[in-house]
């Protein structure tokens, strides 16, 4: 074939190719930049994206020195909660643990070297885990005995009066002024409520007179001032002994000369020598209340009274 003819199918095929590689790289670019426009373009229909709502804002944790009991778990739940209201900057325990770390101070930055020096290794082996870091500083500053003590405290607790005395207690402050000034001067210790209510029972019929009918006063004209005097001292005078004190110009109250019984120097303030009167017949009942309960060596007929059952 001639030379010339090749050179010139050659020169033809050379053109095609090139006006094919330029619409290739024109196609190219065309699809490139229809791609970069879509892009670009706003999307219509899709939904907004909506910012990340921020959590609270809380207070790092204050500086913890090593002081055990309550200040170490309130620096505790400090750590805690920033951690929890700051999740995305603690991805992992080790991220946890350095923050807690952080915060220590003195004795209890020292003592926690051991684990400072595991985590500044960028991969720990074994990994560290919050939860031990958690377990092992509650162990450390934790007051460990406030559970126990918590826990034994309600099986110290014990009454400290029986059930018993404290219904004599009560039993007794629930009777009348006489009767409990009769219980006093009786000086007795009662064990039991039947004790107590069996002896109340007694004074009480003596005092009420339910041992018998009340006995009439005979009729007599007014005694003398100084006789009455005497009688709440010693009981009543004889006529023969009010007049051997008159004629010996003695007073009937210390049956000393020189005064009368209503100018005595021993003569009490007013009002307490009905006091005194009211003792001295608690007294005499009593007494006899007492030598009645041991001539009969029972409970007679005083477990029962004008005022019904007693409470037993």
Known sequence: MDPAALQQQLADLMAVVNEERALRRQAEAEHQEAEEAQAQAPQVGAPAVQPAARGPKVAV???FDGVRGTK????????NLYMAANPTAFPDDRARIIFALSYLTGQASARAQPWMLRTCVPVPDPPVVYHNFATAFGAMYYDTEMK???ERAPRLLKQTRSEEATLVSHYTQGLKRD???ALVLAQTTFATLHEVSNLALKIDNEIGGAEGPAEVPPTTAPADPNAMDLSAMRGSLSSVERTTLM???QCFRCEKKGHIARDCPDKPEKGKDKLAIRIS???GQLQRLT???GTSGGDGRADQSK???AWV
């Not at 170490?72 to 750590?79: I, L």
């Open 281 to 283: 017949e608690l007294e």
């Open 247 to 249: 004629r010996k110009g």
């Open 291 to 293: 030598l009645d309960q």
């Open 61 to 63: 944790p204050d500086k």
């Open 179 to 181: 009767i409990r000034l």
């Open 307 to 309: 005022n019904g059952d």
């Open 148 to 150: 126990t003590k918590a």
């Open 72 to 79: 170490a778990e309130v620096f505790a739940g400090q750590v």
